[in-house]
């Protein structure tokens, strides 16, 4: 099988976690070549993974022969911009969320892909694990009742970030909502019965506080047809937390410290308990596994099999435009916090 040989673009510290550990446990992928803005870092980050091509320029990346994907890890704000790069350059690309700041980058991208067989990932890690599927399956299945309400609590502290962090520069795509709203969102789009991105009416609210007026913790609540709500509490300032906890009839589904599975091989368990009182009714449980060897050996299998990519590909673009909708629903009532018409219709 041919080898796929990855350039980096960017040396932002999830380099080492989406493939420094991964690397060794998947088979028929190298690196070829690193580059970054700041070429020190390129050279640190090339000797721990022992890659002795340092490229002088992002460009030079893509221009390489010896390249046919790139892995790009820049700062939000230009995720999209170099992955329209590097589709014109031919290149596969694996890029980290979120892919897009928007429904104007996610149509430049959408225009980039028309009539190639590029394969295009968001690097959103957590798609890749069984739990997904099984807990689709325990919706679908009724078994318990019918979905009623999900509640995603998603705190993530950010102590002592440098303002030259793009996560502390709103135009850069910083605060937690671009942070990490996908995550939400891609649950939700995982689970039957309605349109994750099509609510019948939405709220979102930030104090916009953070550092340059980011939002440092955000609040969004969506209703659907036959009465389901999502609600979402995002934090870059609340004590760790990261679970869905999904409300049916019968049981309460529960997915704790689902994050954990992205800094090493990590065992992921659905709990199933009583309503009223939390008794446990039943678990799920996975082997261990890593988020990010199943990243990057779905990525692999993509260019060399095809598969769902392109599936992907579209529902990552929906929540990049979902969520510019969102964050501008949030920011308009920060602005008019005696105005309520921040709260969005569509029809069904």
């Not at 996610?106 to 028309?114: D, P, Q, S």
């Not at 609210?205 to 609040?219: E, H, K």
């Amino acid at each position: 099988m041919t080898t796929l040989s990855l350039g980096i673009i960017g040396c932002a510290s999830i380099v080492r976690r989406a493939l420094l550990q991964p690397l060794p446990f998947v088979e028929g992928v190298k690196v070829a070549g690193i580059a970054n803005r700041t070429r020190s870092r390129a050279e640190a980050l090339a000797r721990e993974l022992d890659v002795t091509r340092v490229f002088d320029r992002l460009e030079d990346v893509l221009e390489s022969p010896e390249v046919n994907a790139v892995y790009i890890a820049l700062s939000n704000e230009l995720h999209s911009e170099w992955a329209v790069r590097a589709i014109e350059a031919g290149k596969h690309v694996l890029v980290e969320k979120p892919i897009a700041m928007g429904d104007r980058e996610c149509a430049r991208l959408e225009e980039r892909l028309a009539g190639r067989s590029t394969v295009v990932l968001e690097g959103l890690m957590i798609r890749h694990h069984p739990w997904q599927r099984a807990l689709r399956m325990l919706v679908q299945e009724e078994r318990y009742g019918k979905l009623q309400r999900i509640r995603t609590e998603l705190h993530v502290p950010m102590r002592e970030l440098p303002l030259t962090s793009y996560r502390c520069d709103p135009d850069r795509g910083g605060g937690v909502f671009a942070d990490l709203g996908c995550y939400w969102l891609q649950a939700l789009q995982q689970l039957p019965g309605f349109e994750a991105t099509k609510p019948l009416e939405w709220q979102a609210s930030s104090a916009f506080d953070g550092p340059q007026g980011c939002d440092w913790s955000f609040d969004a609540a969506l209703s659907y047809p036959g009465g389901i709500s999502a609600e979402l509490s995002a934090s870059f300032e609340q004590p760790y937390r990261a679970r869905h906890v999904l409300e049916l009839e019968h049981a309460v589904l529960t997915v704790n410290d689902f994050f954990r599975a992205n800094v090493g091989r990590y065992k992921i368990t659905i709990k199933i308990a009583e309503p009223e009182t939390g008794r446990l009714l039943d678990s799920i449980s996975f082997e261990p596994q890593h988020y990010y060897e199943n990243q990057l050996t779905y990525f692999r299998d993509s260019i060399r099999n095809g598969g769902n990519h392109r599936q992907l590909l579209g529902e990552s673009l929906e929540r990049a435009r979902f969520q510019e909708r969102l964050y501008a629903a949030a920011l308009y009532r920060d602005r008019n916090p005696g105005d309520h018409r921040q709260q969005r219709r569509q029809k069904a």
